[in-house]
């Protein structure tokens, strides 16, 4: 007989104990906000910029909180465990971000000046985490996760820097630098973590259809509100605008299409919940790193259809051929959403570039480059087209930094997630909420005296 798994009760306060306590610290000795301008001038710019974004931020907080918590909850034990780990996750790496980019980009004078811009780019660093958890989902302790992000947050701001600011990619909806990057982040986490081969079918891992529903709700207000995430760091005006539309095209073809590729691929031609979870959203991936370009309408619904159908093929033919070849975990089906859309909106910035090269007068061209920063610089001096043809190189270098330099750091964090003391659970008790929440039914059936080992038995026999 095995020794039951029992639950370190003391391992989780301690580590987000700790990093809370020297958060603050560092928020009190270092962080403080910007000396309020006598400047009428200074003033109405400030102002104006708080009501342009924060209408975004908020849009991007219902979705992160809500619309990606709810999608995982497709499975139909782990519903709470889910919901309540994808928010934790989003307050530890904000705030993690913001003190590893304030020490390393805005630390002048002794001080880090915090606004609203560098707590929205924290939460895109946050982002990459809650995406990349999807591969090893149900299968991980809390503290494995805050380890994962604790290791993940320094390299996206890293690769973002050199995808962004060295190679001048543009990728203003972090179709490269967000999705690419955490897709093959947490396909290497999840490889190095599940080294010993593909893992069997759980017996509580199949979707009810109760489960299948809520997860259905979390889409779908994502959905709604992809666009502001995109749409959120473009140049107020014109580029903001189009970038608005054109995810909604993208978005409204990848879920036509959806529904399409889902019921042909069905002998008995009934849809598939999992296809309409992921594939509705696919366009919104794709359309990321083309958002804001000078290409036609029609562009943005053929790419939104392209990506629908790449993630539902992903699903119901590659990975279960990942899964047998490479032994691959892939729990949530990041590489189908993430990885491949991404892949396609990285090729079709570089094709929207070549084509926009045509117009010799620069008109199309001036409209590539993203809401103000060093990549749209650089590109405003390319005139031609040779600098035309080095742009769509930078895009294709982009997307292979953001592959390599992900997948090898996703395999040293993997390794890293191995170690005992993070506590990870056997496989009989894993897409459990029980083994992390207390219950009422579970209280009674116990009793106040109970000991850790006879609790865990409970979990235990229940499973």
Known sequence: ATLPFIWPRCLLPLFLGLFQGALLLFFAFFVTYD?????????????????????????????????????????????????????LLLNFSMQWALVLQGLIHHFRHGHVHLDLHKLLISEFAAVTVLISVGAILGRTSPCQLLAMATCEVPVYLASEWVIVNCLGVLDVGGTITIHIFSCYFGLGVSKALFWAGQKPLHPKETPTPGSDLMSLVGMLILWVFWPSFVAVLCQPGDAQHRAILNTLLAMSASAVTTVVASSLLERDGKLSPGHLQNGSLAGGVAIGAVADMAMPPVAALALGSLSAVACVLGFRFLSPLLGRKLALQDQCGIHNLHGLPGILGAAASAVAILVASQDTSGSHFSQLSPAGGNASEGVGEQQGDGGVSRQALCQAAGLVVAIGVSLVAGLLTGAVLRLPCLAQPPEQLCFDDSLYFKFQEQAERLGPGSTPEERALDLKEQV
């Open 35 to 87: 000396e309020p301008s006598a400047q009428a001038e200074d003033t109405n710019l400030v102002a104006n910029q708080v009501y342009s974004t924060f209408p975004f931020f908020q849009d991007i907080q219902v979705m992160l909180v809500v619309g990606l918590g709810l999608l995982l909850t497709f499975l139909p034990h782990y519903g709470l465990s889910a919901l309540t780990h994808n928010f």
